[in-house]
């Protein structure tokens, strides 16, 4: 193997590695929070709202004595 051509090919795999590590660290560093949409979690009161709103006779849940 040539000298020349060895250095190439690690030079081209320290490229590869040092993009990989960017990378991951844009990764760690995690995502701004932007505009858009909120969580999908219920508040309590929504929760209680949910609760006690009258449902449709097809989605109640059966009792035993049904």
Same mark, same amino acid.
């Given at each position: +193997?040539?000298?020349?051509k060895a250095l190439a090919e690690?030079? $081209? $795999?320290?490229?590869?590695?040092?993009?990989?590590?960017?990378?991951?660290?844009?990764?760690?560093?995690?995502?701004? =929070?932007? *505009?858009? =949409?909120? *969580?999908?979690? +219920?508040?309590?009161?929504?929760?209680?709202?949910?609760?006690?709103? *009258?449902?449709?006779?097809?989605?109640?849940?059966?009792?035993?004595? $049904?």
């Open positions: +193997m040539d000298l020349a690690l030079r $081209e $795999e320290r490229d590869d590695i040092d993009q990989a590590i960017l990378s991951l660290e844009r990764l760690a560093k995690g995502r701004p =929070r932007g *505009p858009g =949409r909120p *969580p999908g979690r +219920m508040s309590v009161p929504a929760r209680k709202r949910a609760a006690l709103a *009258p449902r449709e006779s097809g989605n109640r849940v059966k009792t035993a004595s $049904e």
